[in-house]
């Protein structure tokens, strides 16, 4: 009996390595982030509706499928996240926020705002730049941006503390329907 009894105690040793172990590991699914820098030039952009959709926007990451694979984790998380470098989010298409190499600009968590223009398939950058940049009606992205709370990353959504963007979900899918670039 009391040998029986040592060995199940021993079984549940095991099972105990097992389970820490494989949480430890996130199961084999834990994402290699490749800490590189994205420099968009305005042939890179394209038709938005090419990336993944997570209403009421589109998003990618450039750097690699670990990259995007940790872009749509943080975006599909309840409790929000920092995206890794090389993520492209886009609301409209003439508006895009980039994240580039970690350090590059701390004030936006390292994102790079950006102003489109397109014509046909043709994408022209406005401007571009950190918490100086501005949109097409001379609004500074940072000054809404930056009222997300911290875990959001920047990422206003619909209630994650940014006044409210006047303009319903179907306005909003009527201007990314007018993405030219788009087949
Ligand atoms: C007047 C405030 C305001 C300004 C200025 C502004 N945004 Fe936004 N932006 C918002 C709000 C609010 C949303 C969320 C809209 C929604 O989901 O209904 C949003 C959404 C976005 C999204 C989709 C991800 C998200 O945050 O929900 C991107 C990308 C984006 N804006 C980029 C920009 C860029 C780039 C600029 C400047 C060129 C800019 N925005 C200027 C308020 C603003």
Redesign the pocket.
């Known amino acids: 009996m009391a040998r029986g009894k040592k060995s199940y105690g021993f079984a549940f040793f095991l099972l105990f390595f097992a389970v820490v172990l494989g949480a430890g590991c996130g199961g084999g699914s834990q994402n290699k982030i490749i800490n590189q820098d994205l420099d968009m030039q305005a042939s890179d952009f394209e038709c938005i509706k090419n990336w993944e959709y997570i209403a009421?926007?589109y998003l990618t990451n450039k750097l690699g499928a670990d990259n995007l694979a940790e872009t749509l984790k943080v975006a599909n998380s309840p409790n929000g996240g920092t995206f890794p470098p090389g993520t492209i989010?886009?609301?409209?298409p003439m508006?895009?926020?980039v994240k580039r190499i970690k350090g590059w600009s701390p004030e936006t968590n390292d994102w790079e705002?950006?102003?489109l223009a397109i014509t046909g398939t043709t994408t022209t950058i406005i401007?571009r730049g950190k918490a100086e940049?501005?949109?097409?009606?001379k609004?500074?992205?940072f000054?809404?941006?930056s009222k997300?709370a911290p875990q959001w990353d920047?990422?206003?959504?619909?209630n994650?503390g940014?006044?409210?963007?006047p303009?319903n979900?179907q306005f909003?899918q009527g201007l990314q329907n007018t993405d030219t670039r788009c087949p």
């Open positions: 009421p926007y989010i886009q609301l409209l508006e895009a926020m705002f950006f102003a401007t940049t501005r949109n097409f009606a609004m500074n992205c000054d809404c941006h997300a920047f990422v206003c959504g619909q994650h940014c006044d409210p963007f303009a979900d909003i």
